[in-house]
């Protein structure tokens, strides 16, 4: 088994990383995008299902047409960060079972079962993003998810032709640590939790 990580380590993942909401501009490299990549995706689905589907929004076109769909201050965000993740849900995500679980036939659990299939796609495409989310912030990197935006729109502008949905939005980079709320308060253990 392995160690607990060190405190500092903790500090940087979760104990003193925060949703940056006003980023510096300077561009991530591809080949950083790329080991986030490498990151994420080692991180659990339900049969190794991985629906998650990811367009990483880098150009001034890209993100601006990202913004213009986005809502409130959301948009400014956008067009500020270097890098706006969209992460979308692939509904013909058992396509890829052969291939990603061959363990057993997964791809007939879904066939015909659209409740199934998007329930199993929003839920571990969602835990994918927080995989994203853990993996940028273990790179140096902070995240900014956010959700407000015309689904419908962004499924139009880009995911047409293909099953993929929208699922939310998150901005990565360099925060500037100016415009950060005050720590929200937290639920403590007994509140939420049970051990049965």
Known sequence: ??????????????LEARTQNDWHPEPLAEGLLQQLFALLKMGPTSA??????????TSPQARTALAELASGSNGAKIRQAPVTAIIGMDLDFA???PRLFPHADAK???????????ETAFRNSSLQGAWLMMAARA???DAGPMSGFDK?????A???GTKVETNFLCSLGHGTGEQIFPR?????????????
């Open 158 to 160: 880009f995911w047409a």
């Open 95 to 97: 396509y890829h079972l």
């Open 48 to 57: 190794n299902c991985a629906p998650a589907r990811f367009i990483f929004c």
């Open 139 to 141: 790179l140096g990197l």
């Open 152 to 156: 419908a729109a962004v499924d139009a």
């Open 108 to 118: 007939s659990w879904f066939t015909g079962n659209a409740e199934l299939t998007r």
């Open 184 to 196: 929200l308060p937290r639920f403590d253990f007994d509140e939420i939790c049970r051990i049965a």
């Open 1 to 14: 088994m392995a160690d607990a990580l060190a405190s500092p380590v903790l500090d940087q993942l979760f």
